[in-house]
């Protein structure tokens, strides 16, 4: 028996040897011995801005009480082939600027402790990609500054900016030198580019870059014939094949101020040669679409329908002997003009006998101004009264409309048609506008539509009489209707004593009702520099057409 009792205790103390030991080993494995791991900086965080970043990491395990350096390098590549800028520091942090970096490009950075007396330099630990976002001195583009062979850059007055560089999708970069008054007077205009050629210039001082967009010159025009004043527009109009384009160089044209001017089962383009509406006018009556096939688009004219006694700008029809006739027109576009002067309506697309008699794909009014269209707001006629009329798209974008018409948009005859129509306004301006007690905005009745205006201003309604307590009447299922990132303000039903308007059913975010001080006779809609309507856009910028902005 005591044999067995002394053989267990040793078994047991055998036990607890082991026990011991392992206990032992766990502790000691429990702490590092590689120094790459004891010194090894952790948790790298990078914060950029505009021309500089701050890089930092948490402090090695061990470290306390050790005076520890740190190499920090910095590549376009994540595996550090190449390094492009390195630096040293003796805090847990180092700042790069524009000096050290490049604006604009992806970067990666890789932070280790170096060796001390007594121990080896730690691994590396990289960070997360980043770069220096750069100052943006560059304003918006004006559209009407694009040409096919010439560009007007805007940026804001800056003392030491030195050069553009205009770098082509394809070819040899071209730098335009800055001087002393170029640099303080905000704007260089630069000329022999390519045609349809996409550009991207990047504005600097010295060496450093200040700002950077891209644009895209204007497509080569071939024009089918030139003319110039007093030579006959109307006859070349008649005259001109499906798909021709007339030029106009600069000066005044007349077409004819007792009849409308008829485009017949074709599509044209009228474009002056400059791009500049305010060098180039036309006189005109009434623009008459007719039959299948007709279309139009007009860029860069002054159009004024005052002398003739206009009204309408453009009026659709079936044909001459009878205006409501079935017809598929082709697409409308009126680019980078003015237009003013007739007093029922800016467009007219209700002749048709019956609904969808009239059809189009899109209408388009681009970087134009529409004014006194309506015999302001008495008018029966929508700006765009486009009643039975099946169409797909109506886009307005980076235009201003005032004192023209009792409403905006009239879709309301119900019919059922082959797609959703679309209205979508962007970047636009509206002032004084609205009356004969319509719907200021819309009018879709029980018509589905998709009805949007975004990053846009609209104020003072009525222009005379009064509009429908509620600016937009769209009932129909599956309508979409959405008012967001936009200005309204003295939108009321009557010119004394009114109701501030409704909108409906439409989804309103974003918005604001910030009186700029426009009155219904104002003209010039410049928002101040400190408007907040400046940063109040969708993606950061300003609202309204953005011509007054700049």
Not at 48 to 62: C, F, I, N, R, V
Request: glycine residues 8%; charged residues 15%; aromatic residues 8%.
């Amino acid at each position: 028996m005591k044999k067995i009792i002394d053989q267990l205790g040793f078994k047991l103390i055998i036990l607890s040897l082991m026990v011991l030991a392992i206990s032992s080993c766990k502790k000691e494995g429990d702490v590092p011995t590689d120094p790459a791991r004891i010194f090894k900086p952790s948790d790298v965080k990078i914060a950029a801005g505009e021309t500089s970043a701050k890089l930092t990491w948490t402090l090695p395990l061990l470290s306390t009480g050790k005076a520890l350096k740190y190499s920090i390098d910095f590549s376009t590549d994540s595996l550090f082939a190449t390094v492009n800028y390195t630096t040293t520091a003796d805090t847990a942090g180092v700042t790069v600027t524009e000096d050290n970096l490049a604006v604009r490009t992806k970067y990666y950075a890789r932070v280790k402790a170096n060796a001390t007396e007594t121990q080896p330099e730690s691994k590396y630990v990289r960070s997360s990609a980043f770069q220096l976002t750069g100052i943006q001195l560059f304003s918006a583009i004006r559209d009407n500054e694009i040409k096919e062979n010439s560009i007007t850059l805007r940026y804001t007055p800056t003392v030491g900016l030195t050069s553009i560089v205009l770098t082509p999708a394809t070819g040899t970069a071209i730098t335009t030198t800055l001087s002393t008054t170029d640099a303080t007077a905000g704007l260089k205009a630069i000329t022999g580019l390519t045609a349809g050629m996409k550009y991207t210039a990047e504005l600097f001082a010295g060496t450093k870059s200040k700002g950077i967009t891209t644009f895209t010159t204007l497509a080569p025009t071939t024009y089918t014939v030139k003319l110039n004043p007093g030579d006959d527009l109307a006859a070349a109009i008649a005259n001109a094949a499906n798909g021709a384009i007339i030029g106009l160089n600069p000066g005044t044209y007349n077409l004819p101020t007792a009849t409308a001017t008829f485009i017949t089962q074709k599509t044209i383009t009228i474009k002056s040669t400059s791009g500049n509406p305010t060098d180039t006018k036309v006189n005109y009556r009434e623009i008459d679409l007719e039959g299948t096939g007709a279309g139009v688009t007009l860029s860069g004219i002054e159009f004024d329908g005052t002398a003739s006694a206009s009204l309408y700008f453009i009026n659709f029809i079936g044909s001459q002997a009878s205006n409501g006739a079935a017809a598929t027109f082709t697409n409308v576009v009126v680019d980078n003009c003015i237009a003013h002067g007739s007093t029922t309506s800016f467009l007219r697309g209700d002749r048709g006998t019956a609904a969808r008699d009239f059809k189009i794909t899109a209408i388009t009014v681009n970087n134009s101004i529409v004014y006194d269209m309506g015999a302001n707001g008495s008018s029966a006629y929508y700006t765009f009264h486009v009643n039975k009329m099946q169409f797909n798209t109506l886009t307005v974008s980076k235009s201003t409309f005032y004192n023209a018409g009792p409403g905006l948009v009239t879709a309301s005859t119900t019919y059922t048609g082959d797609v959703t129509p679309t209205v979508a306004i962007s970047n636009s301006t509206f002032n004084g506008f609205g009356g004969n007690a319509k719907y200021a905005l819309l009018d879709a009745s029980a018509n589905p539509i998709n009805f949007t205006i975004l990053n846009s201003i609209m104020a003072n309604t009525p222009k005379s009489g009064t509009v429908n307590a509620a600016a937009i009447r769209g009932t129909g299922a599956g309508s979409t209707l959405k008012i967001s990132n936009s200005n309204y303000f003295n939108l009321f039903s009557a010119l004394t004593g009114g109701t501030a308007l409704t909108f409906g059913t439409a989804t309103l975010a974003s918005n604001q009702s910030i009186n700029t001080g426009w009155t219904a006779t104002t003209t010039d809609f410049t928002l101040q520099a400190s408007s907040v309507l400046r940063t109040a856009g969708s993606t950061g910028g300003a609202i309204g057409d953005p011509r007054w902005t700049y």
